[in-house]
């Protein structure tokens, strides 16, 4: 078979092009550290590649999640825990109220600070959070949730919702709880009657104010404590499960890294001596070019 000039020319630079085209798809894969440079460098392990990526995304949100939901759960356990304190104090102004030695001054000087305590109990029941939303509303959270009417009425105006986060891939929480919980425990005056804590401590501070005690606040504020105590141990109960599913997506994480590094992460000392081969040979193609102009059968008959 005749082979012309033309076509050897065009063999040997289509030969040079090829390994210039290895040659630069491994100097991009040295640069970057990556073995895939595109999906067609390997389909399947690029297929594999995106889902992992996926993966790891989720994971972040589930992790921003968690700490969200956390903030949350500690900013509702200290406004709770400052009501409990709250509490503990006007119990003990409800016993000192109910000292028969007392003067109807001295029970007036004592509903003074009583009514200051309420004062304190809407204010913390009114909690926001960093974003300006109310912790204690459910879902009405833009919703300021307790109001007083000045003669003894208390509304809440939240709801029973609880907002959950979703902080792992079967795993949600609730980030707190409605204002419901100060609200509808039954009082001590029995009769199916229901109170909630502002009621509880205004009626105690209403009867101070006439000179008399009201035997009936301590087992109301001992019912109110106890309502905030299981909702701390809930919280408790919700920090714990966040903290254990926040090191569950670690070890996920680290794992899905690991399989992803497997895939696509280069490993330089074969990349390197496969760089240096086609190096070797693109050198050996330009070398055999040069050689072309002189295989002419006419360089042999002069």
Same mark, same amino acid.
């Given at each position: 078979? +005749?082979?012309?000039?033309?076509?050897?020319? +065009? /063999?040997?630079?289509?030969?040079?092009?090829? +390994?210039?085209?290895?040659?630069?798809?491994?100097?991009?894969?040295?640069? =970057?550290?990556?073995?895939?440079?595109?999906?067609?460098?390997? #389909?399947?392990?690029?297929?594999?590649?995106? !889902?992992? /990526?996926?993966?790891?995304?989720?994971?972040? /949100?589930?992790?921003?999640?968690?700490?969200?939901?956390?903030?949350?759960?500690? $900013?509702?356990?200290?406004?709770?825990?400052?009501?409990?304190?709250?509490?503990?104090?006007?119990?003990?102004?409800?016993?000192?109220?109910?000292?028969?030695?007392? =003067?109807?001054?001295?029970?007036?000087?004592?509903?003074?600070?009583?009514?200051?305590?309420?004062?304190? %109990?809407? /204010?913390?029941?009114?909690?926001? !959070? #960093?974003?300006?939303? &109310?912790?204690? @509303?459910?879902?009405? =959270?833009?919703?300021?949730?307790?109001?007083?009417?000045?003669?003894?009425?208390?509304? &809440?105006?939240?709801?029973?919702?609880?907002?959950?986060?979703?902080?792992?891939?079967?795993?949600?929480?609730?980030?707190?709880? #409605?204002?419901?919980?100060?609200?509808?425990?039954?009082?001590?005056?029995?009769?199916?009657? =229901?109170?909630?804590?502002?009621?509880?401590? %205004?009626?105690?501070?209403?009867?101070?104010?006439?000179?008399?005690?009201?035997?009936?606040?301590?087992?109301? *504020?001992?019912?109110?404590?106890?309502?905030?105590?299981?909702?701390?141990?809930? *919280?408790?109960? +919700?920090?714990?499960?966040?903290?254990? $599913?926040?090191?569950?997506?670690?070890?996920?994480?680290?794992?899905?890294? !690991?399989?992803?590094?497997?895939?696509?992460?280069?490993? &330089?000392?074969?990349? *390197?001596?496969?760089?240096?081969? $086609?190096?070797? @040979?693109?050198?050996?193609?330009?070398?055999?070019?040069?050689? *072309? #102009?002189?295989?002419?059968?006419?360089?042999?008959?002069?």
């Amino acid at each position: 078979m +005749r082979v012309s000039t033309a076509q050897v020319f +065009r /063999q040997s630079v289509d030969a040079m092009l090829e +390994r210039q085209r290895e040659l630069t798809q491994t100097e991009l894969q040295v640069a =970057s550290g990556k073995r895939i440079q595109r999906p067609s460098d390997d #389909p399947s392990a690029a297929v594999r590649v995106l !889902d992992l /990526q996926e993966a790891q995304q989720r994971l972040v /949100q589930y992790q921003r999640n968690a700490d969200v939901a956390m903030a949350r759960l500690e $900013q509702e356990e200290t406004a709770l825990i400052g009501i409990e304190n709250l509490l503990q104090r006007v119990r003990e102004l409800a016993v000192q109220g109910a000292n028969g030695t007392l =003067s109807a001054e001295d029970r007036g000087a004592i509903a003074v600070e009583v009514r200051e305590h309420m004062d304190g %109990y809407l /204010q913390l029941a009114n909690t926001r !959070d #960093p974003n300006g939303e &109310y912790i204690f @509303a459910g879902f009405q =959270s833009l919703t300021r949730p307790f109001s007083h009417d000045g003669v003894g009425g208390f509304d &809440y105006a939240g709801d029973d919702g609880q907002r959950m986060l979703k902080i792992g891939d079967s795993r949600e929480v609730a980030t707190g709880d #409605p204002g419901s919980i100060f609200e509808e425990f039954p009082a001590a005056a029995g009769g199916g009657l =229901s109170t909630n804590i502002g009621e509880v401590l %205004y009626t105690l501070a209403s009867a101070l104010e006439a000179g008399n005690g009201h035997p009936d606040a301590l087992t109301d *504020i001992d019912t109110a404590l106890n309502r905030l105590l299981d909702t701390r141990a809930k *919280i408790g109960a +919700r920090m714990n499960a966040i903290e254990d $599913q926040k090191s569950v997506n670690d070890a996920f994480t680290l794992a899905v890294t !690991d399989v992803r590094s497997t895939l696509e992460d280069l490993d &330089y000392a074969e990349a *390197i001596s496969r760089f240096n081969q $086609q190096m070797t @040979a693109l050198q050996a193609s330009q070398q055999a070019f040069v050689k *072309i #102009p002189h295989m002419s059968l006419f360089n042999f008959i002069r």
